[in-house]
Every structure is written in structure tokens, then in C-alpha cells.
């Protein structure tokens, strides 16, 4: 492979030093190939102050060539060009203006706007597992050719050298995030080594799955400044015999975080048990197949065809936690979608059933 490297100084010579007149709004889309961020950018005169200030755009997408409409929806402050530079995330369109094949974002903004979901002010905590590999795919602080073993003195939320790798970009996209202004609520060094977690919310009905999606963009776009390489894979080796990465879903209404609102708690997973497998189809992209490599019944999941649930129980498809029984009120944690998900598909899935009584 020819060699190349990210060159910091001069980078930063021409894109930090050099005074522009222009605004450059990067727009972000999620392409129909599968789970990954593209973006194109494009100069404005003027600052824009939302989404609803950018023109759409026209995009050519696959070969041979298919083009596109890109709906702007959410604006951002970019960490990356910063002062007035924006990232812009679009959803996207066919010719007809039905949404393209990976537009889950207008289904899931139709059903959260709707009156009767509005009434009910669904939050979403959002935590997406993720591992660093280097430039050949192989996770980061793994020994050589080898996979680390269950008892190897890998740590949840280690510190430490041989502990965690990988820590200056893990740490670096927190505060990328924070400064874009995306509702990050924390993140953590997660199970086996190059793995890590950050935490979006709760944030209301859609804004909590276009925060995610701005934060995987942002953690891909900086991991080519650190040479590294960022995968959403649920088993980033397939023989890992050591875990693998989630995207638990937390939910909450405003019944639900009212004083007795365990009960609403409860009967919304009622209906969760209902559409076990049915959900799980979109709980992944490959309709289920990532989460039988995943779902095992062990390392903190449940078996993927046993829907069960408890209090502060890692090992349940739903958890309730400890925190929210003592309380008696809060919020519930499914614990189903893998990291690869997609968060329009799978929140605007749980109203349908928890708020809206459908079976999916
Ligand atoms: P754990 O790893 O123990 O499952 P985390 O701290 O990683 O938990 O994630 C918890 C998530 O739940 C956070 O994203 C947080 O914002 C979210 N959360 C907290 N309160 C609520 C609530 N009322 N409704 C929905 N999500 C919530
Ligand atoms: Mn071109
Ligand atoms: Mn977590
Ligand atoms: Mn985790
Ligand atoms: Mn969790």
C-alpha cells in the first residue's frame, strides 16, 4: 500500500491560517451501500443559523450513476474547519421523492412529529460501542495474531497502560462532539481492547438519531487524522469469543418518568416481549444475522431468541435500571440493537410499539 500520512502541520498552515470569506457547510448523507457516512462540501456567502437556510442538493450516488435529493435536517458547528464552518446532515431522496433505500430518518420523524407520539415527549439515550483498528483491520492493543482470552486483564472501564488503547481519539471525539453540539451524555473505555463507548441524550424523538449519526461521522472523519481505523461491527474478528459491540437503546415517556411510572415501564415491555422477533429483523442491517453472532446469552446479552427482562439484569433482553426501580419512575434500556444499527429505524420502531400499540 502507498504510504501516507496525515500531515498536521501543513494541514493546519492553510485550513487554520489562512483567512476565508466563504463558509464551507460540509452535507453529510447516508448512502444506500451500507452503514457508513458520506459528505460532500460546499461554499455559502453567509453564515447559516439552521438546516432550513441550506439549499437542497443533488447528489450522483452508485455506478452506474443514480442521482439524488439531499434534504438538509439538522445543522452543526464542524470541529474540524471550525469558526464559522458547519457540518450539515441531509436525509435523502429518490427522483420521485420517495426516501432512498436507506432514508429511515422520514418514517422515523413522521412518527415522532405525529400529535399523539408528541403528547408522550419520547427521549432516547443512544450508547454506541465501537473498536479502533489499525490501518490493516486488526483491533488495536490485541496481541499479535491472536485473540485476547476472557481472562486476559482487559478491563470494562479500565485506565491504564496494556489496559486501554486508544484513548487520544476516543477522548478527542467527545469533545469534537460537545463542540459540533451534539447532546453527548458521556462515554467509557468498553470491554476488550480498542473498544469504547459514548452515550448520546436523552435527547427528544429525532434529534437523539441525528446527533448519532453527526457523532459516527465525526468519528470516522477523525480517525483518518490519527491513521486509525474505526469500525461499528458487532464482531469486529469473527471468531471473537470475547463480547461484542451494542448499541443499547434507552427509552423513556413522560408517563414513564412520572411518579409511578414503572408501571408504564412494565407494560411497555409487555409489548416489547409481543414483537421480540419481528423487532430484532431491524436490530441490525443484515435483518438479524449480526445478532446471532451477537445475542449469545453471554458477556452481558441474552440469548437472541429468549426475550427476558429484570432489574439491573445485563444478562436481559430489557433492563430496568437499578436507579429507575428505586425510583419507581424513569426510564427502560433495550439492550438489543447492535452498534451497527440504524436509530431512526430502531426508535421510531419502539414508539410504534410501546407508545403506538403496533406490531412492527
Ligand atoms: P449503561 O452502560 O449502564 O447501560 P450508559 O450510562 O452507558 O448506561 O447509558 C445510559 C443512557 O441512558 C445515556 O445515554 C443517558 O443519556 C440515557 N438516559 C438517561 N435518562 C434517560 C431517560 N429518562 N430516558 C431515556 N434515556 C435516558
Ligand atoms: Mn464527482
Ligand atoms: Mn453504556
Ligand atoms: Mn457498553
Ligand atoms: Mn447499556
Known amino acids: ?27 453529510i448523507y447516508v448512502d444506500d451501500d ?14 447559516p443559523q439552521s438546516a432550513e437556510d441550506c439549499p437542497m442538493w443533488r447528489i450522483a450516488v452508485h455506478y452506474p450513476v443514480e442521482n439524488r435529493f439531499l434534504k438538509p435536517v439538522a445543522l452543526y458547528s464542524d470541529p474540524f474547519r471550525r469558526g464559522s464552518h458547519k457540518l450539515l446532515l441531509c436525509d435523502v431522496y429518490n427522483d420521485d421523492w420517495t426516501p432512498s433505500k436507506r432514508n429511515f430518518r422520514k418514517q422515523c420523524d413522521d412518527t415522532m412529529t405525529s400529535p399523539e407520539v408528541k403528547k408522550v415527549a419520547p427521549w432516547f439515550g443512544l450508547e454506541q460501542e465501537y473498536t479502533i483498528c489499525d490501518k490493516t483491520g486488526y483491533p488495536i492493543g490485541w496481541p499479535p495474531s491472536s485473540h485476547p482470552q476472557p481472562v486476559d486483564p482487559y478491563h470494562h472501564e479500565a485506565n491504564g497502560t496494556n489496559k486501554t488503547f486508544g484513548r487520544d481519539l476516543y477522548e478527542s471525539h467527545l469533545f469534537a462532539c460537545l463542540y459540533a453540539g451534539i447532546n453527548i451524555s458521556g462515554g467509557n473505555a468498553e470491554a476488550f481492547p480498542g473498544q469504547w463507548e459514548f ?131 424513569g426510564y427502560l434500556e433495550d439492550r438489543r440493537p447492535a452498534s451497527n444499527f440504524d436509530p431512526y429505524l430502531v426508535t421510531g420502531a419502539l414508539v410504534r410499539i410501546i407508545v403506538l400499540g403496533e406490531t412492527i
Open 34 to 47: 451500507d452503514v457508513s457516512v458520506h459528505s460532500k462540501c460546499r461554499t455559502f456567502d453567509e453564515v
Open 199 to 329: 452515550q448520546v441524550g436523552p435527547s427528544e424523538g429525532t434529534r437523539a438519531s441525528d446527533d448519532l449519526w453527526t457523532a459516527r461521522y465525526i468519528l470516522y472523519r477523525m480517525s483518518e487524522e490519527f491513521g486509525l481505523v474505526v469500525t461499528l461491527a458487532p464482531k469486529p474478528l469473527p471468531a471473537l469469543n470475547i463480547g461484542a459491540c451494542g448499541g443499547h437503546v434507552n427509552i423513556s415517556t413522560k408517563p414513564m418518568r412520572e411518579d409511578r411510572g414503572i408501571k408504564h415501564i412494565e407494560a411497555a415491555i409487555k409489548r416489547l416481549e409481543k414483537t421480540h422477533l419481528p423487532f430484532l429483523g431491524i436490530c441490525d442491517p443484515s435483518g438479524g444475522l449480526d445478532n446471532v453472532q451477537r445475542l449469545k446469552g453471554w458477556f452481558c446479552t441474552a440469548p437472541y431468541q429468549q426475550f427476558c427482562w429484570g432489574i439491573e439484569d445485563r444478562n436481559a433482553t430489557i433492563r430496568i435500571p437499578r436507579l429507575v426501580a428505586d425510583d419507581g419512575k
Open 1 to 27: 500500500m502507498g504510504e501516507w500520512r496525515w500531515n498536521k502541520e501543513l494541514h493546519s498552515r492553510y485550513v487554520h491560517e489562512l483567512p476565508v470569506r466563504k463558509v464551507l457547510v460540509e452535507y
